[in-house]
Nanobody, 118 residues
Framework: QVQLQESGPGLVKPSQTLSLTCTVSGGSITTNYYYWGWIRQPPGKGLEWIGSIGYSGSTYYSPSLKSRTSISRDTSKNQFTLQLSSVTPEDTAVYYC??????????WGQGTQVTVSS
């Protein structure tokens, strides 16, 4: 079973770039047909998929966030990273990383709260 753990700053100032890392254990991020994604949940709202990076390094982004989002990976550390630029208070949310196998959702991290505030 794969375990995922999010890490990064809990407070980001408006207009700055939010950066989070997901560390994976119990499996390799290069395993065929595994897709590693970021999802968020703003307070009082539903889950929102941000984007994913696949086993080959291909990236997939939500159209609504694509212009501000970049997902990358470090295979030597078995980690993948989210960068969301030009953040506003509307980007305040609990951010989760998760794995899907052939796009069927699997394990999630515990989530990390990110607040955008000056």
């Amino acid at each position: 079973q794969v375990q995922l753990q999010e890490s990064g700053p809990g407070l980001v100032k408006p207009s700055q770039t939010l950066s989070l890392t997901c560390t994976v254990s119990g499996g390799s991020i290069t395993t065929n047909y595994y897709y590693w994604g970021w999802i968020r949940q703003p307070p009082g709202k539903g889950l929102e998929w941000i984007g994913s990076i696949g086993y080959s390094g291909s990236t997939y982004y939500s159209p609504s966030l694509k212009s501000r989002t970049s997902i990358s990976r470090d295979t030597s550390k078995n980690q993948f990273t989210l960068q969301l630029s030009s953040v506003t208070p509307e980007d305040t949310a609990v951010y989760y990383c998760a794995v899907s196998r052939d796009w069927v959702m699997g394990e999630w991290g515990q989530g990390t709260q990110v607040t955008v505030s000056s």
